[in-house]
Each structure stands twice: as structure tokens, then as C-alpha cells.
């Protein structure tokens, strides 16, 4: 199933994430406190590799997501300050496997922890955040939020390994390219705001509609991701540029520009994904396809689709500082460079 296109309006000033920072930024001072309590070991090996990425200069949407979700709903305790560094753990280890599997470079403009610390200590570091995470989940003490986040990590594990099987796979298709990215993006996206209305012990329509929020932020969010690949540059992105091309991921992007492409442009595509055409003047080939048929301007398209959802599942709510930071943040995730 492919996505239907919605065009968002652009009206007034451009969309920003400051609304968001302003709304959370006293939370986040508690979340990054237990944050960098929960890191410390007396192994030094584990608080300097997790303090390498964690201090690397990411927004930290996620958690932030929790605390705007908890402000939406009127919370006034303090429970969602642990779950949100709950979240924050989860994805840094995600994080951290992610760039042993990929091989990455760079990591946020840095050099990704793997490149200074080697392969084995960044999976055992990432390890130990996942185990962190839990144990900050367990002492919140409800079952239901424990069920949220462990199903999301298992998740989140499925869609990377989905995401393995696919790679240099040319026939992979749309649905299955969405399906990858809702497991892997979309579901901690999902989760984070979720538990949000658990703790205030909201009901199941808010429940839902703070799932469904995140889930298509988390999946605009990564459909940006995926076009920034082939439409910017490591300063702008914190990564080398056509990292995705050179690892044979089937991002949307290629999936377009493969399926528009006429027989000689899908032979550089089965070439290249494969892993035959891979150098610097493959990758500017690509970016030229990629142009000439569209590909990342439909891309962002099908994201401003899904960040139109994630605002309208924000309706059931009443207006307010809280709903207008998080429908900002869903208009900024999909105007990253532009």
C-alpha cells in the first residue's frame, strides 16, 4: 500500500522546533539529569563511550516527545521524567548497534563511537543502555507501560533485521520499505508518546491518538531521513552524504527512481545496489536519477502526508501551548533542509 499524497500548507513563518524546546525545557533538565546518572558505571570504558554519543548534540526529540505528551494531558507528577530517559537509552543503544552494522563514520558530525572505541565495546555499551532503560522502566512499576516500551524494542530489532534482509535487494517495494521504517523509526516514536497518557491515566482514545501522533511523526520523520541522503551534505545531515546508496539500502528515494527509470537507469540501479557501482562518481549518477525523476521531492511529499496525520490525531485534544509545540515539531521534522 502506497501512500496517498497530502500537501501541507505554507502559510506564516517557517515551522521550527523552538516551541517544543521551550515547552519541555524544564523537564528535559530532569531527564538529562537521570540520564546521566543511569550512565555511569565503574567501568570508565561505559560512561566515556555512552557520554561520546550522548553528549553529541542531538535534539532528543523522543524524550521530548513524553514530556510535551504529558503536558498535553494536564500530568503533573514526576514519573514520565525516568520513562523519557527510558526512551532516550533505548535509542542510543539502537543507535550504537546501528553504526557497528553499518559501518558508519560519523555519527552527528563526531566520529560514531565504533570508529574510536571499536566494534565490540560499542555493542556491549549498547547492551548496557538497553538494560539501563529497563531497569529505569521496572522501577516506574506499571506492567503497561513495561509492555509498551519492551514491545517497542522488540520492534524496533525486527524492523533493523527487516531492514538487513532487504539491503541490496532491488525488488524491494514500497509497502515493505514503509513497513521497515514504522518498526525501526515509527514505533519508539509511538511509544514515547504514548506513555505519556498512561502515567496520567488517560483513557484509550488518548492513548490512541498519542500513539498514532508519534507513529506518523516517527515515519515522516525517517522518509526526511532518507531523502537528506540524496539531498544535502555531511554538514547539514552529521553523516557522510550517500551513506545509505553505499550500504545498498532501498530507501524510498531509490524505489522511486528504480521503478520510474527506463532499462539502462534500472541496470546502474541493479548495479549499484548490489554493490558493483558504489564509488563517488556512481553516487553523483545516482543523485542525477534520483533528480531527474523526482524521487526526492515525492519523498518529502509522502512525508508531509504522514506529518498531516500525526497533527490531525492532535484534534481530540483542546488547544494550547502543548498541541501547538507538537504539531511545530511534526512541520519542522519534514522542512529539515529546505
Sequence with gaps: MTADIVPLPRKGPEPSIDPMLELTASGMNQVNQVILDRMQSEVPLIPA???????????????????????????????????????????????????????SDLRRGKAAANIIFGNPATVLVGDFLFSRSFELMTEDGSLKVLKILSGASAIIAEGEVDQLTAQRKIDTSEE???????????????AASRIAAVVAECGEKEEQALDEYGRNLGVAFQLVDDALDYDSDAAKMGKDQGDDFREGKMTLPVILAFARGDEEERAFWKAAIAGFRCGDEDLAE????????????????????????????????PDGKARQAMAQAALFAVSRGH
Excluded at 553528549?55 to 494531558?73: E, F, I, Q
Excluded at 515493505?176 to 509511538?190: E, N, P, Q, S, V
Excluded at 524521487?295 to 485534544?317: E, K, P
Design 49 to 103: 563511550l555512552a557520554g561520546h554519543l550522548i553528549s553529541g548534540g542531538g535534539k532528543r526529540l523522543r524524550p521530548m516527545l513524553t514530556l510535551a505528551g504529558a503536558d498535553l494531558v494536564g500530568y503533573s507528577g514526576t514519573r514520565h521524567y525516568k520513562l523519557a530517559a527510558a526512551v532516550e537509552f533505548i535509542h542510543t543503544a539502537t543507535l550504537l548497534h546501528d553504526d557497528v552494522v553499518d559501518g
Design 176 to 190: 515493505r520499505y514503509l513497513h521497515i521504517i514504522r518498526a525501526k523509526t515509527a514505533a519508539l516514536f509511538a
Design 286 to 317: 545516482a543523485i542525477r536519477l534520483i533528480g531527474k525523476h523526482n524521487a526526492v521531492a515525492d519523498t518529502r511529499a509522502r512525508a508531509r502526508h504522514f506529518a498531516q496525520r500525526a497533527i490531525d490525531a492532535l484534534s481530540i485534544f
